[in-house]
């Protein structure tokens, strides 16, 4: 059985999930900021993390849990192992983006200790899950299939999406966004014809053909706009966008779990890089 925890991120439902699953395991545990409800949601005692990416809203309380569950085993790409050892270049690269928020946001990111690490490529099993290599949102990305069940961990790659509303971001911020990448990825994910996506951002989707050809819509869309150059205009089609959900909670919520000017600077990076090489 599958358990969504809502981490309330600052106080507010609907932002940021971690999904429990029998026998102590928990995909993404979100940020330390968000620990106690994390504790406090858990069913069992936790006994490894299987990580989809090291950004901080997925990932952050990592270290914390580590230092207070001992034994607990932690699974994430090779890519993305040496930065939950030391994590000065993660949080260097966070805080040009929230600067003095940095706190507010995340809280303490503790390092894992690298013996308590298993550092996956893509292609095997972690903890009875099968790990496929998801590049795009971040090069160290992946996703995890339970082929028992059908359920399938999708971390970023198949977007943001706040329920009951089933509109939907690209969560698109700097450094590493790849459109390629990422299409090729979404086509992974429906590849392995999964029964239910779950995302971090937020909850379920029970209809996962339709959230990824989502997801890749709303890439193309974004990434095009982006390509203008136009910041104004692509921040103004994006509010746009949110507020055709009919309900300024949920274009709030999508707002608080990717940040429009954050999606401008991934994309507008991106395609600075193609035009120079």
Do not use: N
């Amino acid at each position: 059985m599958i358990r969504c925890i809502d981490l309330r991120h600052l106080g507010r439902d609907r932002v940021i999930a971690a999904h429990e699953l029998a026998g102590g395991l928990i995909v993404d545990p979100g940020p330390a900021s968000c620990l106690d409800a994390l504790l406090a949601g858990l069913r069992e005692e936790p006994r490894a993390l299987l990580l989809t990416h090291i950004h901080l809203d997925h990932a952050g309380a990592s270290g914390s849990l580590v230092r207070r569950f001992p034994g607990l085993r932690v699974y994430v790409h090779e890519a993305g192992a040496p930065h939950l050892v030391d994590p000065s270049r993660l949080l260097a690269s966070a805080g040009r983006l929230y600067g003095d928020e940095m706190d507010r946001l995340w809280g303490e990111v503790v390092p894992v200790p690298g013996e308590r690490i298993t550092a996956l490529a893509g292609g095997e099993l972690a903890e009875g899950l099968r790990v496929a290599h998801t590049p795009g949102h971040a090069g160290h990305h992946v996703c995890y299939l339970d082929e028992a069940s059908g359920d399938a961990f999708a971390g970023d790659v198949a977007g943001v999406r706040i329920p009951p509303a089933a509109l939907t971001i690209a969560p698109t911020p700097p450094p590493e966004i790849d459109v390629e990448a990422w299409e090729r990825s979404l086509d992974v994910l429906a590849g392995w014809r999964p029964e239910r996506l779950h995302l971090t951002h937020f909850g379920s989707a029970g209809e996962p053909a339709e959230q990824i050809e989502r997801a890749h819509e709303a890439l193309r869309w974004e990434a095009d706009l982006a390509r203008r150059g136009d910041r104004g205009a692509f921040l103004a089609a994006l509010d746009a966008r949110a507020a055709s959900a009919g309900d300024a909670g949920i274009a709030g919520r999508l707002a608080q779990a990717a940040p429009p000017e954050h999606l401008w600077l991934g994309l507008e990076r991106y395609w600075r890089k193609r035009e120079a090489a």
